[in-house]
């Protein structure tokens, strides 16, 4: 997934973005963006977004949605349970999560009609949660610093920002490449399973959505993850051993009770 919130706005966003881009020769672009310049403007866009974003009506699926991501928060290590996690729904078509790196999580309501099942929220979560424990965007910011910022967003990027706040937006906005995708995939199939959620929620969600996106051209979640089918394969080859560890956890007595009616 990417970090942008729907649709409508990605594109005004991401329009946003490419606006504040100028063609300047790459000689310079050498803008130094420092992680806690990153981590500054990460803050102020969620505090943005959960100022002008609407949430749903109903309460419940806050609820469990929170339910189903600190089940799978509170069995990671000690170092990333203590990070400063959130997880809020908004109300928006977009069949699409984010995380970004300080551990807030953004989920719209569009992907709960593909993710319709714990275990398939599960999958959703656990991958986004997967991108920040692995640190995607600051790896990225660090790849940036020795100068191979045209890599960023597979060349969608034809100029370059112009200062460290634009810079800024740019990495907490644009797409994941494809390896960190394979990564958030695997790791976050371990954390679905460790939390007593059934990994194989994890293809169904991805069959799911390519076929959502047959019949719609809001699915942010795909469009960013352009190859579905080596993705699915993927997660097929790393079953097994979620499996195990996903009958390990049950065994031990994790037993999530996520459910979205009470
Ligand atoms: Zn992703």
Known sequence: MRNIPSITPARVLVA??????TAVSVAQAQIFVTEREVLRQARYQWMQQKRTFPVPDDPRIQRYAECIAYQIIDRLDEDFQNLA????????????????????????????????????????IGHEIAHVTEDHIMKRVRRGRRNELLAIGGGLVVGMPN????MSMVYLTLPYGREQETDADIVGLDYMANAGFDPRASIYLWKNLTEAEGDSDRNEFLSSHPSNQNRINNLVQ????????YNE???AGVRPNCRLSY
């Open 85 to 124: 996690w959130e997880v809020v729904v908004f109300d928006s078509p977009a069949k699409n999560a984010s995380a970004d790196p300080t551990g807030k999580i953004a989920i719209y309501t569009g992907i709960l009609e593909v993710a319709d099942s714990p275990d398939a929220l599960a999958a959703v």
């Open 249 to 251: 956890a049950r065994e």
């Open 238 to 245: 790393n079953l097994t051993p979620a499996l195990i560890t």
């Open 16 to 21: 946003a973005v490419l606006g504040m881009l």
């Open 163 to 166: 200062t460290a706040r634009e």
